[in-house]
């Protein structure tokens, strides 16, 4: 599918960064103009892929291009105030092409957590076609402000957009390494599942046609209705012969019927494994609303078969009918995978924890600010009578 996609805010525009070096890289064209909006000069000049004209700085005249430093109530009003700034860089896309927005930020900060519910309104505002949120969720040892302005802004985003895709940091931390030093690790899996779902459908390079059944109102459909949505992802490597044809890991020539089973089953196995694996979010996928299964590689490799098998295994799984499906022919992958979009997820403890922690984050937030006021006063009023102020 076409997508106009925004990154707001410094994790947004990384994001974004990553998805443009994935376009080039696989040949596909999926985006249109990418854009990224930030309140701060440098994280704007660290983008690598983004094309400059494209990239929006605003609350200048606040900030002075320092960024917001986590304040997203004072993030969501320089977006306010600087709309147009950020209209006039959406201005340079063909609209008329585009399937969809996609808005991506992470909720903990201030200008992504902050502008991207308020750009995802304008944009409904504004235009016909729908507008799908990337929301990152901070690690919950980021500490209190960040999980407080990540559950303000997620309720907020979900509100103003037509789907929230959420990506939950916490549950991709590595072991033993910090979080900043995981993040390049962390947007490519952004990426590579992302970038699955939406390029399922398009043109790789001048001459190979797509014949995918999975289009962009497959996809559309998928999110239409609104609510949070999960991805998960899994994928086996396919060997290339010696002859340039491919060939699977336990393949036995001559074969046939072998060779398909064989592809049957791999291909059901690959969406088990996507969807009871690591989710961008992990959930009790039982009451999922809609879902879509891709699966992708080289042509010979997607068996009708197993994708049906694995569309019967996500309607049972799920509990629910509404489940697509197709393939995605790449010729050249060395790879075939399955990602499997579930959408209308309720049961996500991680948001109730999120919510439990950020509400107590408030109170406490509340209750230092009190003390603070009687401190100072306390502070103060020690000698007062012996110094006078100065003034
Ligand atoms: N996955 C991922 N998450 C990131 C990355 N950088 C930051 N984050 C997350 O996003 C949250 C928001 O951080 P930023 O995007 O840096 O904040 P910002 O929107 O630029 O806002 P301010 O810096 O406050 O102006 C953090 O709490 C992290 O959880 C990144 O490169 N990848």
Same mark, same amino acid.
């Given at each position: 599918?076409? $997508?106009?996609?925004?990154?707001?805010?410094?994790?947004?525009?990384?994001?974004?960064?990553?998805f443009?070096?994935?376009?080039?890289?696989?040949? @596909?064209?999926?985006?249109?103009?990418?854009?990224?909006?930030?309140?701060?000069?440098?994280?704007?000049?660290?983008?690598?892929?983004?094309?400059?004209?494209?990239?929006? @700085?605003?609350?200048?005249?606040?900030?002075?291009?320092?960024?917001?430093g986590?304040?997203?109530?004072?993030?969501?009003?320089?977006?306010?105030?600087?709309?147009?700034?950020?209209?006039?860089?959406?201005?340079?896309?063909?609209?008329?092409?585009v399937?969809? /927005?996609?808005?991506?930020?992470?909720?903990?900060?201030?200008?992504?957590?902050?502008?991207?519910?308020? $750009?995802?309104?304008?944009?409904?505002?504004?235009?016909?076609?729908?507008?799908?949120?990337?929301?990152?969720?901070?690690?919950?040892? =980021?500490?209190?402000?960040?999980? $407080?302005?990540?559950?303000?802004s997620?309720?907020? /985003?979900?509100? =103003?957009?037509?789907?929230?895709?959420?990506?939950?940091?916490?549950?991709?931390?590595?072991?033993?390494?910090?979080?900043?030093?995981?993040?390049?690790?962390?947007?490519?899996?952004?990426?590579?599942?992302?970038?699955?779902?939406?390029?399922?459908?398009?043109?790789?390079?001048?001459?190979?046609?797509?014949?995918?059944?999975?289009?962009?109102?497959?996809?559309?459909?998928?999110?239409?209705?609104?609510?949070?949505?999960?991805?998960?992802?899994?994928a086996?490597?396919?060997?290339?012969?010696?002859?340039?044809?491919?060939?699977?890991?336990?393949?036995?020539?001559?074969?046939?019927?072998?060779?398909?089973?064989?592809?049957?089953? *791999?291909?059901?196995?690959?969406?088990?494994?996507?969807?009871?694996?690591?989710?961008?979010?992990?959930?009790?996928?039982?009451?999922?609303?809609?879902? @879509? @299964?891709?699966?992708?590689?080289?042509?010979?490799?997607?068996?009708?078969?197993?994708?049906? *098998?694995?569309?019967?295994?996500?309607?049972?799984?799920?509990?629910?009918?509404?489940?697509?499906?197709?393939?995605?022919?790449?010729?050249?992958?060395?790879?075939?995978?399955?990602?499997?979009?579930?959408?209308?997820?309720h049961?996500?403890?991680?948001?109730?924890?999120?919510?439990?922690?950020?509400?107590?984050?408030?109170?406490n937030?509340? *209750?230092?600010?009190? =003390?603070?006021?009687?401190?100072?006063?306390?502070?103060?009023?020690?000698?007062?009578?012996?110094?006078?102020?100065?003034y």
């Amino acid at each position: 599918m076409k $997508l106009a996609l925004i990154g707001f805010g410094q994790a947004g525009g990384k994001i974004v960064d990553e998805f443009v070096a994935y376009e080039r890289r696989t040949g @596909l064209d999926i985006f249109s103009a990418p854009v990224a909006v930030n309140t701060a000069k440098t994280d704007l000049h660290g983008l690598e892929h983004v094309p400059t004209d494209n990239r929006v @700085l605003i609350g200048q005249a606040r900030v002075k291009g320092h960024g917001v430093g986590a304040d997203n109530e004072l993030g969501a009003e320089i977006a306010e105030q600087d709309i147009d700034e950020v209209q006039a860089a959406l201005d340079e896309i063909p609209v008329h092409e585009v399937d969809a /927005f996609l808005i991506v930020a992470g909720l903990g900060g201030g200008t992504g957590s902050g502008g991207a519910p308020v $750009l995802a309104k304008h944009l409904k505002r504004i235009y016909t076609e729908p507008v799908f949120g990337l929301g990152v969720l901070p690690a919950a040892d =980021e500490g209190g402000i960040y999980t $407080l302005n990540a559950a303000r802004s997620f309720q907020t /985003f979900v509100r =103003e957009s037509d789907n929230v895709l959420v990506f939950d940091n916490d549950a991709w931390r590595q072991t033993g390494e910090s979080m900043r030093g995981g993040y390049d690790e962390i947007n490519r899996e952004i990426v590579r599942r992302f970038g699955m779902l939406f390029g399922a459908g398009e043109t790789v390079g001048n001459d190979r046609v797509a014949e995918s059944v999975v289009d962009s109102s497959e996809i559309i459909n998928t999110l239409a209705g609104g609510g949070v949505s999960t991805v998960g992802y899994a994928a086996e490597s396919v060997r290339t012969t010696d002859d340039g044809g491919l060939r699977s890991r336990i393949r036995r020539d001559g074969d046939d019927a072998f060779d398909e089973t064989n592809t049957t089953n *791999r291909i059901t196995s690959l969406v088990r494994k996507a969807a009871l694996g690591r989710l961008t979010l992990p959930c009790d996928l039982s009451g999922t609303e809609r879902s @879509l @299964l891709v699966v992708g590689g080289p042509p010979g490799q997607l068996d009708r078969k197993g994708i049906e *098998r694995g569309r019967s295994w996500l309607e049972e799984e799920t509990g629910s009918m509404e489940v697509r499906g197709g393939d995605y022919p790449i010729p050249d992958a060395e790879t075939v995978a399955s990602a499997v979009l579930f959408s209308g997820v309720h049961k996500v403890p991680r948001i109730k924890e999120l919510q439990r922690v950020a509400i107590e984050a408030r109170e406490n937030i509340d *209750r230092l600010q009190a =003390e603070s006021d009687d401190n100072l006063d306390r502070l103060l009023d020690e000698g007062s009578e012996e110094i006078a102020p100065l003034y």
